[in-house]
């Protein structure tokens, strides 16, 4: 696996979508925080980011819409451990008609360092049929704004080069 290169500073281009403090409940028994919970950061993040451009919670109950997972990569780059403020930053990567794919930074500002990164893609669904739908006009609007300016940073994503949107 390959170090990544980007910086603190290059990643804090990005807005912080979601900071939280590690609590004990998220440690396992080797006293670091369980994957699950990187997962569950990532997602956090990305819950608020979808509230901003018009995907969040009220948009699916609204249109029985959601967001589904369908891939997911995750790099650990340094423990996180009980008491640690976290910030998640997320970077858009690609997007289709139906589909995104972001890119979640997890940085420990409590010792100013990237602890992993986690790559998803997700497919807007419609939830009665459990079937892909094209992203409503005004949030896709929102998601092709936000690559742009993403796309637009001048430095490189480090993402896993297997995954796309």
């Not at 006293?31 to 608020?48: D, T």
């Amino acid at each position: 696996m390959a170090k990544i290169s980007t910086s603190l500073a290059e990643i804090r281009q990005l807005e912080c979508v979601y900071e939280t403090k590690i609590p004990r409940a998220f440690l396992d028994e080797n006293q670091h925080v369980n994957v699950q919970y990187y997962v569950r950061l990532a997602e956090r993040g990305l819950g608020e980011l979808f509230r901003q451009v018009g995907l969040g919670e009220r948009y699916a109950a609204a249109d029985e819409i959601g967001n589904f997972a369908l891939e997911q990569h995750i790099r650990y780059l340094a423990e996180l451990l009980e008491g640690d403020q976290v910030s998640v930053h997320i970077r858009l990567i690609d997007l289709s008609l139906k589909r995104a794919y972001f890119l979640a930074f997890l940085l420990n500002d409590t010792r100013e360092e990237l602890a992993a990164t986690v790559e998803v893609v997700m497919m807007n669904v419609n939830i009665a049929r459990r079937r892909g739908t094209p992203f409503p006009p005004a949030a896709k609007a929102n998601l092709d704004e936000l690559l742009a300016r993403h796309r637009a940073l001048p430095w490189d994503p480090p993402v896993c080069g297997v995954m796309r949107a």
